[in-house]
């Protein structure tokens, strides 16, 4: 057998974590969300949600979940470590958006937590959060290469109460459109 590094592999989180002040996380994230423009740009999330003690308990979960599997995953590199948050939490509840393709340069670990998906579907991919392979994009991809990254890109629509916690250089983006707001809490972490 031959000896080889697995250099590649980007992992993905993706789970369903309920709390019992739900309804409370949801009007919090709903007070403090970010707007969507007539040309699509969003806006900051208003104020500081970080602070609002009706999401302490998501946060707390979240700071557990994020350092926790992080650490395991370096395992053999260094001691658990506790995961810092970058700026803020953010919140977005919008009935029409697409947030563009990005990634969030100089942080680390990113989370998407979605509080209530509207009229999120599956099947048609309404509300669908798109992540971008990270390696070099265009390629030729014959079996010999097809299952590195497995595919060029995964889309994810979200239920209530699922996560997705990817490495901060995948690109992504998201779109929805509904009569009832999408609603979603997200946040950066690094490692100090
Ligand atoms: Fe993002």
């Known amino acids: 057998m031959i000896k080889f590094n697995l250099n590649w592999p980007t992992p993905v989180v993706k789970d369903n974590k309920l709390f019992d002040n739900h309804s409370e996380i949801l009007s919090a994230a ?11 740009a969003l806006q900051k999330t208003k104020g500081k949600l970080y602070h609002d003690p009706r999401i302490i308990s998501l946060k707390t979960w979240m ?9 395991n995953l370096n395992q053999n590199f260094w001691e658990k470590q506790s995961a810092t948050i970058m700026d803020d939490i953010w ?3 919008s009935k029409n958006y697409h947030n563009s393709l990005h990634n969030h340069p100089n942080c680390s670990w990113s989370i998407i ?12 991919g309404n509300g669908k959060t798109i992540l971008y392979s990270p390696l070099p994009w265009g390629h030729h991809a014959d079996p010999g290469l097809a299952y590195m990254e497995r595919t060029f890109l995964e889309w994810h629509v979200l239920n209530k109460g699922d996560y997705i916690l990817f490495p901060s250089y995948i690109k992504h983006e998201a779109m ?14 690094s490692f100090r």
Do not use: K, M
């Open 30 to 40: 709903i007070e403090y969300s970010g707007q969507t423009n007539d040309d699509q």
């Open 63 to 71: 700071f557990d979940l994020v350092g926790e599997f992080v650490s």
């Open 91 to 93: 919140s977005w509840s």
């Open 113 to 124: 937590y979605c509080v209530e998906p509207g009229e999120s579907n599956q099947e048609t």
């Open 176 to 189: 929805y459109g509904g009569n009832t707001p999408r609603t979603v809490i997200a946040a950066n972490f």
